[in-house]
Each structure stands twice: as C-alpha cells, then as structure tokens.
C-alpha cells in the first residue's frame, strides 16, 4: 500500500502528546517531526525505508515527510511526541540537505534521557519558555545522539505541502496531475518529476491512491453501493475503478471487504 498524507496531523499547529495500547499506524508521512516512545511490549516499527523491532525503552524519530508504520505484533504500550515545524526551525537548519542514518535510537542512557525530558515537556503546561526550554534539549539530544548522511533527493517542503493539501482537499475533482500541475503554475512533467523525488511515487498514482482510499471508506459504510463511492471518490469510470483497485490490492472491491471482515 502507497503511503498517505496524514491531512489531520498536518493541520496541527501545536506540539502534541498521545498515548497509545496496540498501536497500529498505517503507512504515512507528514511534515512534523514524530518521535515515538515504546512504553511497554514490542513495536514493529518502519520510518523512511528502514525497519526494526523495537522493545520496551527504545525510540524512533521520523523527520519531516519520512514515511513511517507502526504494527503491535503482540502487546505495546507507546507514546508519541509530536512536533509541527513552526517549533523546531532552528533543528530543521541544523538537518537541512540531511537525513538520518539510522531512524532508531536503542541506547539506554540516551532513551531515558529522552523519556525524562519528553515528561518534563509534556507538564509544562502553558509555561512557553519551559516548554521550548525541554523542546530544544529534547531536539538537541537526538541531534547528540543519531548520525546525519547527505540526502541525495532534498526537496522544497513549502511546496511540497500545498500540492498535498491540494490534493487532500479536492482529489474528488481533480481528473488528472496535468489539472494540479496547472494549478500550481508548473509544467506537468516537472512537477511530476518533483512529486516523485519527495515521495518516491509519481503523482497521478498518488491521486488514484487517494481517491482509492476514500472509496474504501465509503465502502465500509455499508448503505453505499460500489458505483456510488467510486464516482463519490472522483473515479472517471467504473473500469478505472476497478483497475487501479485491483493494482493497489490484487483483488476485487468485494473480496477485499470479505476479507476484512474476517
């Protein structure tokens, strides 16, 4: 499954705090930073290509626009630092044209150190000098603690995000990347070009995508008939429907509702 762009998380401006039992995070990616904690248990865990079973204690860190999955294979218990771009600029200078080598962070003096200050951070309340005081070792540590490799596809993630937005706010009328193309003022080769150097997909199989996963969740409600959410979703026909369903799942509208409900 093509990752997709976590709309309600992008449109959080506050720094934020959640807790999860059994987490499970489908394939996604955003422009804020997330730092994911493992309480308790084990979490298979898959930030930007790289993936690894992490145990109780341990952290990954996912950058801007990193795709990212979580699965509970048995039991977990996490938490997740959420941190919107407004709030660590001068961290994103720090990393600019970089990458993480490595996503996760095992070593326990650091992990504790990063747990300690992440519940300092969250019961600052609305002290915002304290708040950014935490914020910043927080950052500062991760910065201490992980190596940084050259990112060979560095993108503008101004731009970066409105074509998303765009995307996720009117992919049902949009009938073809030549109409978001226009839409921005550029060529369609180029930002077709561009679309895939930031997310490793090319855009019109992102915009299928989309409406693809919004027919899927019209679908589950069960009053709706299958032509109803495809054409809802802003498929022009039926046969694309149901070509691009069965590119994305190997399998029949139907089929893949049995099974889910198995």
Avoid: W
Avoid at 23 to 43: A, N, P, R, T
Avoid at 53 to 69: F, M, P
């Amino acid at each position: 499954m093509q990752p997709q762009f976590n709309l309600q998380r992008e449109r959080t401006k506050n720094i934020t705090f959640s807790r999860y039992r059994n987490d499970k995070c489908l394939f996604q990616f955003h422009s804020q930073l997330e730092i994911y904690f493992v309480d308790e248990g084990e979490m298979d865990i898959f930030v930007a290509g790289k993936r690894r079973r992490l145990t109780a204690g341990q952290i990954s860190v996912a950058l801007s626009y990193d795709t990212h999955e979580y699965k509970t294979p048995e039991a977990s218990r996490s938490a997740v630092l959420l941190i919107p771009q407004d709030h660590c600029e001068d961290f994103l200078v720090k990393i600019k044209g970089k990458r993480l080598r490595s996503p996760f962070i095992t070593d326990r003096d650091v992990c504790e150190r990063l747990r300690r200050y992440y519940f300092l951070l969250r019961e600052s309340g609305d002290n915002l000098l304290k708040k950014k005081g935490y914020l910043y070792v927080i950052l500062g540590i991760i910065l201490d603690s992980v190596e940084l490799e050259d990112n060979d596809t560095p993108f503008d993630t101004s731009l970066a995000s409105r074509v998303l937005f765009h995307i996720a706010e009117n992919f049902s009328s949009i009938s073809s990347p030549a109409v978001v193309a226009e839409h921005f003022g550029y060529s369609q080769s180029y930002l077709s070009r561009y679309f895939k150097s930031c997310f490793g997909i090319t855009l019109g199989r992102y915009l299928s995508v989309v409406k693809l996963k919004n027919a899927l969740r019209l679908m589950r409600e069960e009053k709706n008939d299958i032509t109803y959410c495809a054409m809802e979703s802003g498929f022009s026909s039926m046969r694309t429907f149901y070509r691009v369903f069965h590119e994305e799942f190997g399998c029949s509208p139907k089929d893949y509702l049995k099974a889910e409900q198995k």
